[in-house]
């Protein structure tokens, strides 16, 4: 069965890096869209960025410039290395795929996605 475990997350002061980490296991099929997610207290959770099997990103507006979507095939993890961190980046993290090679303009819809971690908590502080 599939699965997906993140890793990662922390407190940080405005303007530090953290680097999260997916670890994907259990998958008899290839390839599929990867994502990241998150969700704030009294938010939807909302797409942060995803990546293609061929290597294509898309990132929220938000994020763009600031954070990068990566992943290592070898070791079957997906990375979000996030930079310049503000406040409003708080939330839980969360990594999730679909049976897609390609993410399209779908990405940013979670209810497109079958497989969920549990999520990473990641805390700002201005």
Known sequence: QEQLVESGGGSVQ???SLRLSCV?????YSPYCMAWFRRAPGKEREGVAALDSDGTTAYADSVLGRFTISKDNAKNTLYLRMDDLKPEDSAGYYCATKPWRYCAGSWPI?????VWGQGTQ???SS
């Open 24 to 28: 994907a296991s259990g998958y008899t």
């Open 14 to 16: 405005a303007g530090g």
């Open 122 to 124: 990641v805390t700002v």
């Open 110 to 114: 979670e209810r497109t996605y079958d």
